[in-house]
């Protein structure tokens, strides 16, 4: 059980008495958020010289496997190894049981004990191994002298490492300890026991120890990908009933525990970066995903049934059995997930795979001489690589503009000028403090040049919490050289603002149309160059033309959805087909985001994945399948005057070229 939380209002010589009397230690002193410089400039950490590594964070144990699956098991089976960091113990009430079963006494610290057996049934299985592998498990010394365990598991050249931290779920008096620790500059509370862990002792966090420590673990295993949960969840209406048995936080649609700990999380890669500049190191070269979390239920479901299987299949292992012989005498699995609960649960959280900021990967433009240049998010920074030859690229040249969210959006000016958006972290500080989110454009002073300084556009909320709800930014150049950037708002409709031709920009105004949508906006021109806005809603797909909502009624999507000349591009709920003009089935099969783009001399070319993960592009009536080549995070398409170019950006941090 955690011990009460404490208030630090002794004077530091009461401490020093203290500290003699019993051998504990001082507390830390406070530290003040990490700022990142946004300063271009800055040296990046070269990815090439080092293996690719996926690090995730998350809340409890299965916040992985419910929400940022199958993202990460595609990196495992590209051989990518993966690191999962769980920074509550997961222990509840402590009541490990399925619905029909005889009630047993709570029993926190077995109920903790077999959740983590629970992951270590899964990912051996993910490994390709028996389930009840026995995996090597020990003690890690944090930052601070704190003690976490670490389960490690190797196959084939893959591996995987699970950190057990075994923060409480719960303190006294406050139902829920994260949430309590993000915004409580003075509590501390106790780490749990987990029952036969290597770590017998328990250790006290504070808000900046917690920071430090996910900022140390960061700096040890120094990932190139970085997973997280989602740290600013939609807004969600409802009645009181409703959300507690749902276990979600009053006001927005997801686990308390989620919002926290994904804000930690952000504020330590924050820290992890703004460090490694103080101490004259490179920028760390790593990209970043953050997972919506119980937002999954209140969609349409995205996930096709071959996809959706083999998700829910990695939940069957995790939950186990009562009658399972692991060798765990606390339980062998989670037993309330076990089975077909995943499938038949009401809410439905396995059903869809949603991205926080939803990006079609790098942003592309072509120069003069034929050769691309990409610009990305590394290191929070923005970044930027050049094509020496075809499919040669450079080290990435730091931008700066961060702290900044993942998605990058971009518009290409009539004289080839170009333009870049960001969602930055103007402020992410616990304890009470700043929490805001604005819109940044990175404006090139002249064609293939170099950039003016990072300019604010602001945001198209007034509150600080409503402005952590906008969107990724979505951007086009029309033909008589206005730019039209939107967002997602936090009501969740669409925002806008348009640069004028001598560089001025309107206010921030919201589209008419009053049904929601989800993020992943498509933009694209028609052929009398007019732009054309598509946006997933609950319903059915929301259309705007020239910023006025089109009538008719469109289909409804469970993904989100891409145009090319003013055409619709989408896939029904759960559903691997992707749909074109009046329905038309284009034959790419797969699943999440799509890119589509139109040339007079390719015609239309359509990017995705399918679904085994593979990046896929339909060209000329045919699909090409990328089988080789580095795992691919996130691709970009470029039409170029004879052919179609993909550009991705490698789990390593760097960029490839792909030319089907």
């Known amino acids: 059980m955690p011990t009460p939380p404490r208030r630090r209002a002794v004077l530091a010589t009461a401490l020093a008495v203290l500290t003699a009397a019993t051998g504990c230690s001082v507390p830390e002193p406070r530290r003040t958020a990490p700022t990142a410089d946004p300063a271009p400039g800055k040296p990046i950490a070269s990815a090439r010289a080092r293996r690719a590594l996926l690090m995730q964070f998350c809340a409890h144990p299965d916040d992985d496997l419910y929400f940022m699956n199958p993202d990460a098991q595609r990196l495992l089976d590209a051989g990518v190894p993966l690191v999962s960091v769980y920074v509550t113990a997961g222990e509840h009430n402590g009541r490990n049981r399925i619905a029909g079963m005889p009630e047993t006494p709570p029993d926190r610290a077995a109920y903790s004990a077999a959740r983590h057996q629970g992951l270590r049934q899964s990912y051996a299985v993910a490994l390709g191994l028996p389930m009840f592998t026995p995996w090597r498990r020990e003690a890690l010394t944090l930052p601070g002298g704190r003690r976490a365990e670490v389960d490690t598991l190797a196959h084939g050249g893959r591996r995987v490492e699970l950190v057990f931290l075994n923060l409480p779920m719960h303190a006294p008096r406050r139902y829920l300890a994260m949430p309590a620790l993000w915004g409580d500059r003075a509590l501390e509370v106790r780490t749990h026991r987990s029952a036969g862990s290597p770590v017998t002792d328990t250790d006290t966090y504070d808000y900046d120890q917690l920071v430090g420590t996910l900022a140390g673990l960061l700096a040890r295993y120094r990932p190139t990908v970085v997973h997280t949960l989602d740290p ?20 927005y649609s997801d686990h308390p525990d989620h919002t926290a700990v994904a804000c930690f999380t952000w504020a330590a890669l924050n820290r992890w970066v703004s460090d490694a500049v103080r101490d004259g190191e490179p920028i760390p070269a790593f990209t970043a995903k953050a997972f919506r979390g119980y937002y999954n239920r209140h969609w349409p479901k995205n996930l096709p049934p071959a996809v959706l299987k083999e998700k829910a299949a990695h939940l069957i292992p995790y939950g186990g059995d009562p009658d399972w012989q692991c060798g765990n005498p606390s339980g062998c699995g989670d037993y309330g997930v076990g089975g077909d609960r ?11 795979t949603h991205h926080r900021w939803p990006t079609t990967g790098p942003a592309l433009a072509e120069g003069p001489d034929g050769r691309l240049t990409a610009y990305g998010v590394v290191g929070l920074r923005a970044v930027r690589w050049r094509e020496s030859a075809p499919g040669v690229w450079s080290e990435p040249a730091d931008l700066g503009g961060g702290p900044l969210a993942p998605a990058l959006g971009s518009a290409v000016l009539g004289d080839g000028r170009v333009l870049l958006f960001g969602i930055r972290f103007a402020a992410l500080d616990g304890h009470g403090g700043a929490n805001q989110r604005e819109v940044v454009l990175l404006e090139q002073r002249s064609p293939g040049g170099p950039f003016l300084a990072w300019r604010g556009l602001g945001c198209p909320e007034n509150l600080d919490d409503r402005g952590r709800r906008i969107g990724a930014p979505v951007a086009i150049a029309a033909p008589d050289g206005r730019v039209h950037l939107f967002v997602r708002n936090a009501d969740k409709g669409v925002s806008t603002r348009v640069r004028a ?37 609950r319903e059915s797909v929301r259309h705007w033309v020239d910023g006025e909502e089109r009538a008719g009624r469109l289909p409804r999507s469970g993904s989100t959805v891409a145009s ?12 691997a087909k992707l749909r074109g003009p009046g329905g038309r089935n284009t034959g790419l099969d797969g699943y999440g985001g799509v890119v589509a783009a139109r040339s007079a001399a390719l015609g239309t070319v359509l990017l995705g994945t399918d679904t085994r993960g593979r990046v896929t592009v339909r060209l000329g009536g045919r699909s090409h399948t990328r089988t080789k080549g580095p795992a691919a995070v996130s691709a970009a398409l470029h039409l170029g005057a004879r052919r179609a170019t993909v550009v991705g950006l490698g789990a390593d941090g760097h960029p490839w070229s792909w030319r089907p």
């Open 232 to 251: 600013d969840p939609d807004i969600q209406e409802g009645d009181d009933a409703a959300r507690r048995r749902d276990a979600e936080q009053p006001g």
């Open 342 to 352: 995943p499938l038949t649960n009401r809410k439905g959280w396995v059903r869809s």
């Open 501 to 537: 031709t001598d560089g001025t920009w309107t206010p921030w105004r919201v589209l008419p149309g009053a049904a929601e949508v989800q993020d992943g906006l498509a933009v694209s021109l028609d052929a009398a160059g007019r732009v054309h806005l598509y946006a997933a809603g």
């Open 564 to 575: 090319a000349g003013g055409e619709l591009y989408h896939r029904a709920p759960a559903a």
